[in-house]
């Protein structure tokens, strides 16, 4: 299950640059993944999601990397731009189950 | 675009009172959540409904309960607000069935102030 930390992860990055964002997750049953941004004051919105059968899926300027051998997910975030800054959180659903367990989030910062 | 509402954007309450926070979807999704959120704790799951009349303890269930009459309706109830019950309050809807369409899709969140 996911640990509860005191303090959320933090990443901080130049306008334009790329982002990566990272998440590890526990269940080797999860079968379905989704990446979710949240904005200050404002409920998770979907960002993109990849199934256990691939190891990889693009969307606009994200991307979206699976690897089921160390159990990690990461978000590519291309070209960031100020509207980027947001809570990122991770997401994994256990086959069978009819609820999504939640990873902690990383607050991403976008500098001028 | 699934739409997911809550009653208020922002509650302020006494310590005692019966606080009902109210959600509605308009999508025809089985599945509704209630979460609560707290700085450095994430999303913990409160209750979840996979039908009417039906639900499920969450992660943290205690001093809340709920309620589900009505598909596209999902009412989270405290019976008797307590300060720590301060929180972010977040309803969330999920699909069953179809190909990926297994994503909760959330509301806009009720900040909960109980004094």
């Known amino acids: 299950g996911e640990s509860v930390g005191l303090h959320l992860p933090t990443l901080s990055v130049q306008e334009g640059d790329n982002s990566i964002i990272n998440c590890a997750y526990s269940n080797s049953a999860s079968d379905y993944f989704i990446w979710y941004k949240q904005e200050s004051g404002k409920g998770p919105q979907f960002i993109i999601d990849?199934?256990?059968?691939?190891d990889k899926r693009q969307g606009q300027r994200v991307t979206v990397l699976l690897n089921k051998t160390v159990k990690h997910l990461s978000l590519q975030i291309a070209a960031t731009q100020p509207g980027d800054s947001a809570v990122y959180f991770c997401?994994?659903?256990?086959?069978?189950?009819?609820?999504?367990?939640f990873g902690q989030g990383t607050r991403l910062t976008i500098n001028p | 675009d699934v739409k997911v509402t809550q009653s208020s954007r922002y509650l302020v309450k006494r310590t005692g009172e019966k606080v009902f926070l109210e959600c509605v979807q308009d999508?025809?999704?089985?599945?509704m959540f209630w979460y609560r959120q707290d700085p450095g704790l994430g999303l913990r799951l409160i209750y979840f409904s996979y039908d009417v009349k039906m639900k499920e303890k969450g992660d943290i269930p205690e001093g809340y309960s709920v309620s589900r009459e009505k598909k596209e309706r999902f009412s989270l109830i405290l019976e008797s607000a307590s300060t720590n019950q301060t929180s972010m309050y977040l309803c969330?809807?999920?699909?069953?069935?179809?190909?990926?369409?297994?994503?909760?899709?959330f509301g806009p969140g009720t900040r909960l102030t109980v004094l």
């Open positions: 990849i199934r256990s059968n691939m």
């Open positions: 999508m025809d999704h089985e599945n």
């Open positions: 997401a994994e659903n256990i086959m069978g189950a009819q609820k999504l367990v």
């Open positions: 969330a809807t999920l699909s069953r069935g179809r190909r990926h369409t297994d994503t909760q899709y």
